[in-house]
Structure formats: C-alpha cells, structure tokens
C-alpha cells in the first residue's frame, strides 16, 4: 500500500460547527503532516507529527486541533471556523521527518466554511 | 524567510512543444524535489535531486539541481495534455530532527491539444 488516504473528499460546515478530518497511511511512514492550499497557491505547512509526537506547530490558531493517534492515523479536529479558513487541506507522510524528507500526499479535503 | 521563486508563474503552450520551469533561491538545500498537481487532487512528487549539478531524467522529464544547490530547473520536451498541472518545487535542509520543505511558488502549466 503506498498511498495516503484523506477523508472525507469534500466537506461544507457551518462556523459554529465541529468537524475532523481524517488521514491514514500503511507505508510505515513516522511522521506525517497536515498543510493548507488555496487556489493555485503553494501548500502552506500547519502541523508536523514525528513518531506520534507534535514536533512543528506553525502558529496555526486554536480552532485547528492536530491529534495523532497511532502512527498510521492523523486527524484534524476543526471548531468555531472562519469562512477564510476554506480551503483544500492536504495530509502528506514521509518515512522520517528529518533527513531528505520525500513526502507523499493524499488527495485533500476540500473545505467550505459558510 | 527562505525563499524558492519559480518562473515562469503561468505557462500556456501547445501540445508537441518544449517548456523549461525554474526554480530559484538565495538559500542553499539539501535536497530538492518537484511535484506535480492536478486540480483537486494532493501534489504527486516526480523526483528528488540531492547532489549539486545532478541530472536525472523521467520519460520526457528532465530534472536538474544547479552545482551550488540553490536552483533547480524542469525540462519538458514535447508536452501533452497530460502534463497540465501545477508544478512545485520543494526545498529541503538536513541538520535538525525535523526538517520543513520550502515550497516554491508554483507554475501553473496548460497544455493545449
């Protein structure tokens, strides 16, 4: 198995809503990543989780909550969103966080905040 | 703030023709990589170049890491509609435990049959 796997697809939530996105991968992969991506941007880093532990945290506001609940399961827990919050959120892993750090990501979930 | 500025930002050309994509910076990396994204999907990594001046070629992609490792270039001979996307480079750095890619700005290709 060597994809990562991301859902749900698309996702539309109210702002006083409380949603999770999930993430999974089989690859043996110890560190996994959550980033966001608008339209045609760059994706933007939010969270890294090595060996199950949150080791980067780019300032990402509080309304984004990361957990990690074994080493193949990344989910992002979402509350009291923004609607400049929507975007694609994307999961990605690598085998190891340090070193040449090829990552591979899944196909993102689409979200709309209304 | 480390920086990696790709040009051209858009590129649309026909189908058969060549394209070059360049990737650049002041900082020196470790490791380079490209990808590949198709509109509502996650980017989708096409190579990784570590060594100064490596070359590495990928059917008629053709990779390439500048010899001081602070640029890269991309190289598509003959486009196809299939190669439209959205393509990033990817700047990493060893020394720590947990080593961030730098994403570059992106260029965003159509190719037209």
């Known amino acids: 198995d060597t994809e990562v796997t991301q859902t749900p697809k698309h996702l539309v939530m109210g702002m006083t809503n409380k949603k999770s996105l999930k993430c999974e991968q089989h690859m043996g992969h110890r560190a996994m990543y959550w980033y966001k991506q608008k339209a045609k941007k760059p994706p933007e880093l939010m969270f890294v989780?090595?060996?199950?532990?949150?080791?980067i945290n780019e300032s990402v506001p509080s309304r984004f909550s990361p957990e990690c609940p074994n080493s193949s399961l990344l989910n992002l827990h979402l509350h009291a969103l923004q609607p400049e919050d929507s975007a694609l959120y994307l999961c990605?892993?690598?085998?190891?966080?340090?070193?040449?750090?090829?990552?591979?990501f899944g196909p993102g979930t689409r979200l709309t905040v209304l | 703030t480390q920086l990696l500025e790709q040009s051209p930002q858009f590129l649309s050309i026909q189908e058969g023709e060549n394209l070059t994509v360049y990737c650049n910076s002041s900082?020196?990396?470790?490791?380079l990589q490209w990808y590949r994204q198709e509109p509502g999907e996650g980017p989708v990594l096409l190579v990784t170049v570590v060594t100064g001046g490596e070359v590495k070629k990928l059917k008629r992609l053709t990779f390439q890491f500048g010899d001081a490792r602070k640029d890269s270039s991309l190289h598509i001979t003959a486009a196809q509609p299939g190669d439209t996307g959205l393509y990033l480079c990817?700047?990493?750095?060893?020394?720590?435990?947990?080593?961030?890619?730098?994403f570059g700005t992106g260029t965003l290709l159509a190719v037209q049959p």
């Open positions: 990817a700047g990493g750095q060893y020394g720590g435990a947990t080593n961030k890619l730098i």
């Open positions: 989780y090595s060996y199950e532990k949150l080791s």
């Open positions: 900082s020196v990396f470790s490791s």
């Open positions: 990605a892993s690598s085998q190891r966080a340090g070193g040449v750090n090829e990552q591979f």
